[in-house]
């Protein structure tokens, strides 16, 4: 067993602040929270299991650390090499998130990118033609490259083999952060043309739709918002795909051109401006 917290003097430190301490989870963000006026008393599962399709149980670890006024939320498996991350800001609510991350978890399980069947000559493995992969440094070689997959770990070689079967085949790829949605069993990468040039012109068009002369009535408000959501959804995609320059470039023309509607809602157009803000 490492130090114990400094405060609590119950809880294993697990995070140290050079000139101040050695803190728990729990202690470190209370003060975290104390500092930004806060207070949390949301409590959740710190253990949750999973059971896959093929029956093997899964048990996680979950926390999370405030930094600033970003939370990460972390699942870590106990015994085995599964992680899960959501990342949020400090005032959102926390049972939302922990049921983002909850969700992942059962997502990430349940989902297999790889194919693995016991015979008559042992263990076979293939991967399938979608899923995702995790790009590692592997603690047990020095940190050197490795690729995680479902809950296994393959060295560049071991992984090149098993692309094998997909010799002469062309590999699409999106290269997101840890902390994304994964790719659903249902859910595929399809190729998608968005530029800041598309994406104005479709709310100028949802703008023409849904207004008079500018003016957008409260009646109207609704509709106008349908569209614009998908609009956000695609701005979001590009965030995801790590141009995130670019994404916040259109976000504040689009935050710009809301601004500046005329409108008797109490609300509109500011939910949105926010939305593409966040």
């Known amino acids: 067993m490492g130090q114990m917290c400094d405060v ?30 806060m207070s949390d008393t949301f409590e959740y599962s710190k253990i949750i299991s999973v059971i896959e399709p093929g029956g093997k149980l899964h048990t996680f670890e ?12 972390e699942a870590k498996e106990k015994h085995g090499n599964y992680e899960f991350r959501v990342i949020s800001d400090i005032g959102e609510n926390g049972a939302e998130v922990a049921q983002k991350l909850f969700k992942k978890i059962i997502d990430g399980v349940c989902t297999k990118t790889l194919d693995i069947s016991n015979g008559a000559f042992g263990k076979s493995v293939s991967i399938k033609d979608k899923g995702v992969i995790q790009i ?23 992984f090149g083999k098993l692309l094998q ?24 990468l399809i190729p998608t043309y968005i530029t800041k040039e598309s994406l104005l012109e479709e709310f100028e068009e949802a703008l023409a739709i849904h207004s008079d002369r500018g003016f957008v009535s409260y009646k109207n408000t609704i509709a106008f918002e349908d569209v614009f959501y998908k ?8 965030d995801q795909a790590r141009n995130r320059d670019y994404a916040q470039e259109i976000g504040r023309e689009l935050a ?8 008797d809602d109490d609300y509109f157009p500011f939910n949105l401006i926010e939305l593409v803000r966040a």
């Open 231 to 238: 609009i956000n959804d695609k701005l979001h995609v590009i």
């Open 256 to 263: 710009k051109r809301l601004y500046v509607i005329e409108t």
């Open 165 to 188: 079967r997909f010799s002469g085949f062309n590999m699409q790829f999106q290269i997101h952060d840890g902390s994304d949605p994964l790719l659903g069993e249902h859910e595929y």
């Open 62 to 73: 979950v926390n999370h650390i405030i930094l600033g006024s970003i939370v990460t939320w």
């Open 8 to 37: 609590c003097k119950e809880k294993t430190a697990v995070i140290s602040i050079q000139g101040k301490g050695q803190y728990c989870y729990d202690c470190h963000n209370k003060m975290m929270l104390e500092l930004y006026g």
């Open 136 to 158: 590692i440094e592997d603690e047990r070689r020095d940190y050197a490259p490795a690729f995680k997959i479902d809950d296994e770990i393959f060295t560049p070689e071991e």
